[in-house]
């Protein structure tokens, strides 16, 4: 029988040694540790979207040796930047140290230069990145009721985009500026072909290219995202035959907006209806160049598809009657009719405020870091905070019965900044915390936008910009004009 009392009780008791600790003791502290690193306000609030043990899982979430910014911490402060889009590294760096110094543990006392900082962002993994992405996607995916689908499928938009970066080297080898801004005075500009979910708005994938390249060339880098039984919807320059025959083949319909070289004849084809017909589309004898699509995947393609054109009539009180075009391969009249086509057509400029909530709100427009590694990473992290913020949206319009659609994304960026304290200051106590997160997702609902269908405003500014002269030649090169108010250019 084993013994584990001591017969010498003055002796020190490290030199008993230690009880073996279980397997799931250790596995609760690594826990712990990995709980501990994260920022207790963002950690608290938007945490709950991730799995406890899921940055235990994730990859290169664990240092491998100690580190004064360990990958959890740099994730968090990362995504705290880009939730601040005017917070330089400087503040961020503040915020962790000011953190730090509430912790028992002071060591590790974080000096107050960005250095570190960058540097260590520079190493984050791009893997842990795009874990965290794809646990948000698919937490939204989840999420999405029955009641937002359309006729009981799930819809995806798509529609290219572009933004610039900073004028780097390395930047411009990457995305080059266009040709008609003169070398050292423009900026790298990408272009992005992004699919979103109609219904949640959540941010499913994304492609990057120079900004040159035709949207449909990108399309191969997220064919994997569509799933049988979804609906693609988009514009006239996805309206292709072999983008709409691929699709059908995999069990997923589209609805694009009729390309303009396509004939828009309503006497060919079967009538379904007061403008609405069913034709037999064949395909192209040989393949365009320049086509995304090998040849072995060309010949793949069926060599005829059934599309069926609708035209619709778009009748404004004070304007004149539009006629809008478009093509699907929804080809049951019953199941889908003519105005539920042209109702989910409308929707498609959904994905525009989309955009415009991560361009301008979130400031994407512009980005800021100086090399393409990092371009993908910031990318990343936008749209982890893109995900994040619709999640909260979701969960606000599900529990207060409100429209999804009618909730301000700049209303909940606005209020959840502002929650962010008060969830760090409360951060250990459970019941206290979730009385604020209830209150938060209280006052998301609260922040709706007017119903105005048709409304247009101009994009205009009322207050004039300074009168800087225009960069013309490279900054080391240009010279400026002296009191160039009363300058005056020769005629």
């Keep these: 029988m084993a013994l584990f009392t001591c ?3 003055h002796f020190p008791r490290t030199l008993q040694g230690r009880a073996k600790t279980s397997a799931s003791s250790r596995v609760v502290n690594e826990l712990q540790k990995l709980r501990d690193l994260a920022l207790p306000d963002l950690a608290a609030l938007l945490g709950t979207l991730l799995p406890a043990d899921f940055f235990a899982k994730a990859p290169d979430a664990k240092a491998k040796r100690e580190r004064l910014y360990p990958p959890v911490t740099l994730f968090w402060a990362f995504l705290f930047q880009v939730l601040n889009p005017a917070m330089p590294c400087q503040e961020v760096v503040g915020k962790i140290r000011a953190w730090v110094l509430t912790r ?7 000096s107050l230069g960005t250095a570190a900082y960058c540097q260590a962002r520079c190493g984050l993994s791009q893997g842990l990145l795009q874990a965290v992405f794809d646990e948000l996607r698919d937490h939204l995916c989840r999420r999405a ?30 995305w080059p500026q266009p040709r008609t801004q003169k070398k050292g005075c423009g900026f790298p500009v990408a272009k992005m072909l992004g699919v979103f979910c109609l219904s949640t708005g959540a941010w499913l994938g994304h492609a990057l290219s120079k900004w040159r390249c035709h949207d449909l060339g990108l399309w191969q880098s997220i064919r994997h995202l569509l799933e049988k039984g979804d609906v693609l919807v988009g514009d006239a320059g996805f309206c292709a035959y ?3 025959a691929e699709l059908k083949e995999r069990g997923i319909d589209t609805v694009f907006r009729l390309h303009q070289k396509r004939s828009k004849d309503m006497r060919r084809g079967k009538k379904l209806g007061r403008d609405d017909r069913l034709q037999v589309w064949s395909k192209p004898t040989q393949r365009p160049a320049g086509s995304p699509w090998k040849k072995r995947a060309w010949n793949k393609l069926p060599a005829q598809l059934e599309v069926r054109v609708v035209r619709v009539r778009i009748e404004r009180k004070g304007f004149r009657t ?26 498609r400029w959904s994905i525009e405020l989309f955009y415009r909530d991560i361009k301008t709100t979130m400031h994407m427009e512009v980005m800021r870091t100086k090399t393409p590694a990092m371009i993908h990473k910031e990318l990343l992290m936008h749209a982890i905070a893109y995900n994040a913020l619709r999640a909260l949206i979701l969960e606000s319009a599900t529990v ?3 429209e999804l659609g009618r909730i301000s994304f700049k209303g909940a960026a606005d209020l959840l900044r502002q929650w962010l304290p008060q ?13 604020w997160h209830e209150e938060l997702l209280e006052a998301i609902a609260s922040v709706q936008n007017p119903l105005r269908p048709g409304r247009q405003e101009p994009r205009a500014k009322k207050r004039r910009p300074k009168s800087y002269q225009l960069l013309t030649k490279p900054r080391r090169q240009f010279k400026e004009i002296p009191h160039r108010e009363r300058y005056r250019a020769a005629a």
């Design 242 to 244: 072999a983008l709409m």
């Design 400 to 402: 207060h019965q409100q």
């Design 423 to 435: 969830a760090a200051a409360c951060h250990e106590q459970p019941r206290k915390l979730a009385r």
């Design 7 to 9: 017969f010498l009780p």
């Design 145 to 174: 009721a029955s009641a937002w689908l359309w006729c009981g499928r799930r819809v995806k938009v798509l529609d290219g985009t572009s933004f610039s970066m900073p004028d780097t080297k390395e930047n411009q080898k990457q």
């Design 322 to 347: 539009r006629c809008l075009w478009i093509a699907t391969t929804c080809t049951d009249a019953v199941r889908y009719p003519a105005d539920k086509l042209a109702e989910l057509y409308y929707r």
């Design 104 to 110: 028992r543990d002071k060591r590790s006392k974080p």
